[in-house]
């Protein structure tokens, strides 16, 4: 059985933490910190916890894991640590199913705390061992606050289960963590949670999974986010003892964790304690006991996996204000998508009231049934007293003919806007299904006009043509109309309002439009300048016109709401980015200030090699 030299070998490690120890007696051990930093995390955390990606956009996924991940880490790992720089260090166990972290974990604790067998997933809750003298500091919640203490082994992965060792040095705590390639959800999640509340991740691997993906993806985050790291390449053939662990060395330098001390356990039998034998763990023991004892080298530890912690923070946050711009420049789009859709169908109702449309067809027969159309259009040229005369006998006793041109009215307006609202409603649907976010808060009944719309269509016209009648009476107490008008009903000179609202170019109709009809308003108009001057006409038709149009938007824009209603619940706050970022660059200027990472801060004890160990 072959077992590895003394963790000293490596030159400088041990003995140059000692030294260094030394001369930092007397001093916080937790190091300068700067008095900006907890207040900096403090206000990101908030900043972090506004945001949200509720569209669904190819962004939006990512951005909540990362924002669940970051503040996850704020609460279990920064901000508790951050207050106790001098608490025990945790080393955090971690690595693929069956690598033997809970038989590494017992034999280095010389008991059996942890759960190991054959069945798996075998750690099913997360175990933390550490000296009677730290385990104050561990009940008390601050790191890992989620998790509900418990002196019993559970099954639930939100216990964390607190065992005291005597055998494991005071200055030091190991927390066993599930697999993190287990096949239970929950667990896998639960592993990234405790890595990421680390001071220290001591990797487990073996010789027959060291080059498997999964750990290498963690590893690689614990280098981006500068975790200070230790490997145990377990469960080794002696025969391939050299090849393998210089296999995994090499893996490791190409990919900048060549510093990461690396400890071969070989192949061996276990006890009737299920624990390994003393002289395979020994070099381990050894290096954490040195670890342990010296104050220096812990706080060196400490310090610099926080600062990288710490560093992380800025482009991950840097990338969640983007993404949280990213929503609100979606649900911008979105809703310009609709509005368009919505403002094209108020222009064509406006063009509507100007082309003559609206005037063809049941409207035109109606109206010249109503005034009667040749002796009618015979008086154009004559007094317009004897018009006025034409007009009264036209009206007189005739209250069908009147219904009849006013339902007409009614009926081609109402089909102008079911056309308008059907063909917006369709554009926006169409625009939102283009759109990612969009697509994913349609429903089929959004392509047409609600189910209402033709009710409140009709409605709508109806209310306007009462309102029409009501201008026309308010301008009818005038005196100079009393007079000139006693005979006149008001509802057959409210009906010739509304065909003068229908008519083009501010009544003057060309050529064209008197060949297609729309010369009948000529009639309205001569009429209503007879009785009410011809500044009066226009501000009559104006004002009937653009209370048309505003009941009409109105009209449209409860139709659009149907898709910003949509948007509104689900719109992130617009002024979510910019907190983001300005409380990422307090929380890296304050780093900077700290001094956590100093260039002559003590390393970690060295592993033996390979090669020391040969010789």
Known sequence: MTTHGDPAARSGSPAVAARTGTEDAGKDPSGPTGDGLPAALTGLRAAIGAARFPL???????????????????????????????????????????????????????????????????????????????????RQGELLPGLTRTNEPSEDPGTLHLVTAPALPAGLAF??????????????????????????????????????????????????????????????????????????????ADQGLGAAPLFVLPETWVDGQGLLPDQVTAPLST?????????????????????????????AVAGLADAAD???????????????????????????????????????????????????????EARIGRLRDRLVSAVTGRPAPAAELRNAIESQLVTLLRGVAAEAAE????????????AALLDPPLAHPAE?????????????????????RAEGGDKRFVARTASYAVNATGLAVMIAVFASTAFIPTGLEVATGAGTTVAAQAVLQA??????????????RGDLLARVRELLDAEADRFLSRTAAARPAADVGDPLRAAGDRVEDARRRSGLATADAPGLPAAPTPEAEAR
């Open 175 to 252: 927390l066993d963590a599930p697999d993190i390639d287990s096949v239970v959800d929950a667990n896998r999640a639960l592993a990234g949670q405790l890595l990421a509340a680390a001071d220290l991740w001591l990797f487990v691997t073996t010789a027959a999974r060291y080059a498997d993906a999964v750990p290498w993806e963690l590893l690689h985050t614990a280098r981006a986010r500068g975790v200070v790291i230790a490997m145990v390449l377990d469960r080794v053939p002696v025969e391939a003892t050299d090849e393998v662990a210089a296999h995994l060395a090499e893996m490791l």
């Open 452 to 472: 209402d719309f033709p009710a409140r269509a009709e409605r709508l016209v109806r209310d306007w043509q009462r309102g029409v009648l009501e201008l026309v």
């Open 287 to 315: 290096w954490f006991a040195r670890l342990a004892g010296d104050a220096g080298a812990r706080s060196a530890v400490v310090r610099q996996t926080l600062d990288g912690a710490l560093a992380a923070l800025h482009p």
């Open 427 to 438: 554009n926006a649907y169409t625009g939102w299904r283009a759109h990612p976010a969009g």
């Open 531 to 544: 009785i009410f001057g011809d500044q009066a006409v226009r501000t009559l038709a104006n004002r009937a």
């Open 56 to 138: 669904a956009l190819p962004s939006a996924e990512s951005a909540r894991q990362i924002g669940a991940s970051l503040t996850a880490q704020l609460d279990d790992y920064l901000l508790p640590r951050m207050a106790r720089l001098d608490a025990p260090l945790l080393v955090v166990v971690g690595g693929s199913t069956g690598a033997g972290k809970s038989t590494l974990v017992n034999s280095l604790v010389q008991a059996r705390v942890s759960a190991a067998g054959v069945l798996r997933p075998t750690t099913r809750s997360p175990v933390l061992v550490c000296n009677p003298a730290d385990s104050g500091w561990f």
């Open 326 to 380: 990213e929503q609100v420049a979606a649900a911008d789009a979105l809703d310009e998508r609709v509005r368009a859709a919505y403002r094209g169908a108020e222009r064509t109702v406006e063009q509507g009231l100007k082309d003559g449309r609206l005037l063809r067809g049941e409207v035109l027969a109606r109206w010249q049934e109503f005034v009667g159309t040749g002796e009618f259009f015979r008086t154009l």
